[in-house]
């Protein structure tokens, strides 16, 4: 039981190259997560799925595209990065919104560099 | 939207030494949870504890939703509980985070 997979681990990207940052979770969650943290700062909530086939924006989502084709797979695009996107990127997975099964898991994170 | 404030940003401990970390959040929530992230940046859930108190080892957490705070003790510190300590609330779909508490435990 892996949890949660992030791929890549880091990535130097040069103003205006394109990537995708790819999340995986093995625990049959239905809601998925993209966060950004900058430093000195908490999470900031880029976009969030609520099952397969759905996405919708967060805090923070100019910039970013987001898919979530397989339940288990959450992928994060930048068409075209620049250096204010630098940052650590995190996944994070929830079973549901009630209870005790909305609490979030997170990924290792991506280290991301745009120069 | 919600606002959540931690306190204190920063503090330094001799290892042994206890320690109560605050939360306070500017609305009702449905989920807060306390996290550890640790020097190489991973992220570790300690706690989910909308309300009431919860035990893990040295750890432990209160949540006192009416009066819109939580607090977390770390008892007995050990170097490795150096960090950063998150909370995070919840608000329409989204966690929003506190800005953190970086703790360094001194040996």
């Known amino acids: 039981n892996a949890g949660v997979t992030q791929t890549p681990k880091f990535r130097v990207l040069k103003t205006g190259q394109s990537m995708t940052l790819l999340c995986a979770q093995d625990?049959?969650?239905?809601?998925m997560y993209w966060y950004r943290q900058d430093p000195g700062m908490g999470l900031r909530l880029i976009h969030y799925s609520v099952g397969e086939g759905t996405t919708a924006k967060g805090e923070v989502p100019d910039g970013y595209n987001v898919s979530r084709l397989k339940k288990q797979n959450f992928l994060l695009g930048l068409e075209s990065a620049a250096p204010s996107q630098t940052s650590v990127y995190f996944c994070?997975?929830?079973?549901?919104?009630?209870?005790?099964?909305?609490?979030?898991?997170f990924g290792p994170g991506t280290r991301l560099t745009v120069l | 939207g919600i606002q959540v404030e931690q306190s204190p940003p920063d503090l330094i401990l001799q290892e042994g030494a206890n320690s109560t970390l605050r939360c306070n959040f500017s609305?009702?929530?449905?989920?807060l949870q306390w996290f550890h992230q640790n020097p190489w940046g991973q992220l570790i859930n300690l706690f989910y504890?909308?309300?009431?108190?919860k035990q893990n080892g040295r750890l432990s957490a209160t949540t006192v939703a009416t009066e819109r705070y939580s607090l977390l003790y770390i008892s007995s510190s050990q170097t490795t509980d150096s960090g950063v300590y998150f909370c995070?609330?919840?608000?329409?779909?989204?966690?929003?985070w506190g800005a953190g508490t970086k703790l360094i435990i001194k040996p």
């Open positions: 625990m049959n969650h239905e809601y």
């Open positions: 609305d009702s929530v449905n989920n």
């Open positions: 995070a609330a919840d608000s329409n779909y989204q966690l929003i």
């Open positions: 994070a997975s929830s079973y549901s919104r009630t209870g005790s099964r909305n609490e979030q898991f």
């Open positions: 504890i909308p309300s009431g108190t």
